[in-house]
């Protein structure tokens, strides 16, 4: 999956080949990101839950992409 394959598609974005590696924890949290969409809508919920609930998601994934692309990297200078 490309960057460009999005989404909605990001404004301006170059294409960018998402290593496979990494392609199930971005297509897992696109996912995520999709249903807290729906269901915070759903609930009609107010400005700082959403504030609260967009950074968890973020901070999980950030977590996870870190982890992730370490191991990505040790495998490359072991190559």
Do not use: N
Not at 38 to 45: F, I
Not at 51 to 79: G, P, Q
């Amino acid at each position: 999956m490309r960057i460009d394959q999005l989404h909605p598609t990001p404004t301006d974005a170059e294409p960018l080949e998402i290593p496979s590696e990494l392609l199930e924890s971005v297509q897992r949290h696109q996912a995520h990101l999709a249903a807290l969409i729906a269901s915070m809508q759903a609930a009609g919920v107010q400005d700082d839950t959403i504030e609260t609930s967009v950074r968890t998601l973020v901070d999980s994934y950030a977590d996870e992409l870190t982890v992730a692309i370490r191991e990505m990297m040790k495998v490359d200078r072991h190559v």
